[in-house]
């Protein structure tokens, strides 16, 4: 098994406001230690894969704004594999650059391609699932995605629908379709199906294959990258990378790739696996107390509350009573109290702030 | 007008727990910014006489542990001119020390005792009637109290029920008896009859007057004090005060004095006055959004919200739905959020805090 040629992406430049003020502009979800573990969700998917990737073969992707987190919280992490992006244009550029920086270190690579702010319980399956992964892609022109198999309707997740088998790995399936985030009705019809999984965002390849993807389903995309191939990995990618990289348009690799191409597949797996892509989903991926209530990072001392998330920063109580179905979050001189079924509307809340109070408070 | 004769004494050594956690153990109610003005009470207490009694005229009576809170407070007031109790007594033992000490000091003094926690918003007649009261104890045997004259049938003060009028000046009544908080039926007769006032905890007589009635009515706290006339306003004060006042007894002097004595006159005022002792008082004596909602030291935003406090200490804001007659109230690492009907519960609150969580807290 030839692990060297073995890398990992990790996307890492997010900047979310679901979890506003619990996670901020300058501290974003992938940051923080949301479980009070001592170690940010970015910490934890990095030592998820480090029984088998070594730190040498991580390269993440960023924003420069994270340059110091980053540093501080992933020391282990060599400085030239930290790759900058000089905008913000979703994943499939992203994607896109680091294979071409991975193709100029070793072309016959292959790469598991990680967010960095996922939960996953279930990490000995995960390094299962993943050694399987690579070794297929790297005997197979494929594009692997993992489906995680579904627990409930979620409307909140896209879906990917199992087509046949393959006749030399039975675990991997061709890929039939990818859902959109489906309504409630139409999740029930989806689950009951059993050929329907979530849409993890967990993708395998080689960087060969995914190259060739590239040029095939999103020319747009590969005609700004493949001209740099001299100089990946060199001291003069990152001018390059600064001219280049906001030319590309702003899609995601699922639109870009993924729904086009006619060599995807998956495997379907059960990782204990949440995107946290909610409050609501970070309450479900939480354990909870007898009343149903979520503590982040604090000492509670609750009264007839039930169902609630209850989120601060530091060595914090918080007293409360006659809470039902809230949240409760608080970071750095910002306090939030809201319905935990409105969290829809957090977005709109935070721009209201940033109109009223600026920046400082985002 | 002998203004030189004239003394305020200031009780500061209060510690309460209804406030928590905006004012805490080392931080009480009497230091903190209150309505975000830039003054703590008892900043706005002193700045309300200063018209009237010098800073060297104006004697502190409080704890130790408030030692460097009130230097770096009230720069201007001179050491010797702060009492600091070796142990907690209640009013009562205060107050008799505070005439001793001033009458080491002039024997011909006349004195106002005032809480240094509650709100008055009419200085003018504040000041008014405090010259009023000091010439008319000045010129008789006296012990001479505030009522203010009551707005609505609270049952969270005390009432005073007034008598006849002096014949030199009728402004000065002779007060027929004090009654207990009282429930809210008794409240509206009270209220109605037009004879009863809201007990304001200010007080006006001479240092002579008040420590004859202590050697009458309080001979248990007379005699503590006595022994020390040698020595009080001397460097041998404190080793004095230091052995003898933990014998005092710990009582009022409404219990003490006032409820006995026959020489109790009062002055109806209304001086815009709060004893600021709830969150609900609190809640009536502040500006009010439309809302009904009252914000002390933050900026909301609220949706949904009504006749709720929001009080934090630092430049914060707080984004809140959904709730009604709630309390919020966040400082250093304790964040309390809990129902405005419910707030006598409060005390039991902070002790289950002591309790599972430790002093830190409190």
Same mark, same amino acid.
């Given at each position: 098994?030839?692990?060297?040629?073995?890398?990992?992406?990790?996307?890492? /430049?997010?900047?979310?406001?679901?979890?506003?003020?619990?996670?901020?502009?300058?501290? @974003?979800?992938?940051?923080?230690?949301?479980?009070?573990?001592?170690?940010?969700?970015?910490?934890?998917?990095?030592?998820?894969?480090? @029984?088998?990737?070594?730190?040498?073969?991580?390269?993440?992707?960023?924003?420069?704004?994270?340059?110091?987190?980053?540093?501080?919280?992933?020391?282990?992490?060599?400085?030239?594999?930290?790759?900058?992006? +000089?905008?913000?244009?979703?994943?499939?550029?992203?994607?896109?650059?680091?294979?071409?920086?991975?193709?100029? !270190?070793?072309?016959?690579?292959?790469?598991?391609? !990680?967010?960095?702010?996922?939960?996953?319980?279930?990490?000995?399956?995960?390094?299962?699932?993943?050694?399987? /992964?690579?070794?297929?892609?790297?005997?197979?022109?494929?594009?692997?995605?993992? /489906?995680?198999? +579904?627990?409930?309707? %979620? *409307? /909140?997740?896209?879906?990917?629908?199992?087509?046949? +088998?393959?006749?030399?790995?039975?675990?991997?399936?061709?890929?039939?379709?990818?859902?959109?985030? +489906?309504?409630?009705?139409?999740?029930?019809?989806?689950?009951?199906?059993?050929?329907?999984?979530?849409?993890?965002?967990?993708?395998?390849? *080689?960087?060969?294959?995914?190259?060739?993807?590239?040029?095939?389903?999103?020319?747009?995309?590969?005609?700004?990258?493949?001209?740099?191939?001299? $100089?990946?990995?060199?001291?003069?990618?990152?001018?390059?990378?600064?001219?280049?990289?906001?030319?590309?348009?702003?899609?995601?690799?699922?639109?870009?790739?993924?729904?086009?191409?006619?060599?995807?597949?998956?495997?379907?797996?059960?990782?204990?696996?949440?995107? !946290?892509?909610?409050?609501?989903?970070?309450?479900?991926?939480?354990?909870?107390?007898? %009343?149903?209530?979520?503590?982040?990072?604090?000492?509670?001392?609750?009264?007839?509350?039930?169902?609630?998330?209850?989120? $601060?920063?530091?060595?914090?109580?918080?007293?409360?009573?006659?809470?039902?179905?809230?949240?409760?979050?608080?970071?750095?001189?910002?306090?939030?109290?809201?319905?935990?079924?409105?969290?829809?509307?957090?977005?709109?809340?935070?721009?209201?702030?940033?109109?009223?109070?600026?920046?400082?408070?985002?």
């Amino acid at each position: 098994m030839e692990t060297n040629h073995r890398y990992c992406v990790i996307m890492c /430049g997010g900047v979310g406001s679901r979890f506003w003020p619990f996670s901020r502009t300058n501290m @974003p979800k992938q940051f923080l230690d949301f479980f009070g573990t001592g170690r940010s969700l970015l910490q934890m998917t990095v030592n998820r894969v480090l @029984p088998h990737i070594p730190h040498s073969h991580i390269i993440l992707v960023t924003n420069d704004r994270y340059r110091d987190l980053i540093r501080t919280q992933l020391p282990e992490i060599p400085e030239e594999n930290i790759l900058f992006e +000089p905008a913000r244009r979703n994943t499939a550029p992203c994607v896109c650059w680091a294979a071409h920086h991975i193709y100029a !270190l070793d072309p016959d690579a292959s790469i598991i391609t !990680l967010p960095s702010d996922h939960l996953i319980l279930n990490e000995q399956e995960f390094l299962r699932v993943m050694s399987e /992964g690579l070794r297929f892609v790297e005997s197979h022109d494929a594009l692997l995605t993992l /489906g995680i198999t +579904p627990k409930s309707p %979620e *409307t /909140g997740y896209g879906y990917i629908q199992r087509g046949l +088998p393959c006749a030399d790995d039975p675990d991997v399936m061709k890929v039939k379709s990818f859902t959109e985030k +489906p309504n409630l009705e139409m999740a029930r019809l989806l689950l009951e199906s059993g050929d329907f999984f979530w849409n993890s965002g967990i993708f395998i390849w *080689t960087a060969r294959s995914i190259l060739k993807a590239f040029a095939r389903y999103a020319p747009e995309i590969s005609e700004i990258f493949e001209p740099g191939e001299k $100089v990946y990995a060199t001291p003069a990618e990152n001018e390059f990378i600064d001219r280049e990289f906001p030319n590309a348009p702003s899609i995601s690799i699922d639109y870009a790739i993924m729904e086009k191409a006619s060599n995807v597949y998956m495997i379907a797996v059960d990782l204990g696996w949440s995107d !946290l892509g909610s409050w609501k989903a970070l309450h479900e991926a939480s354990p909870r107390n007898r %009343e149903g209530n979520v503590t982040q990072n604090c000492k509670l001392l609750a009264e007839d509350c039930h169902n609630s998330v209850f989120a $601060v920063n530091g060595d914090k109580i918080i007293v409360a009573s006659g809470l039902d179905n809230y949240i409760v979050a608080e970071n750095d001189g910002a306090l939030l109290i809201y319905p935990l079924e409105k969290e829809q509307e957090i977005r709109r809340v935070v721009n209201d702030v940033r109109t009223r109070f600026g920046e400082k408070y985002i």
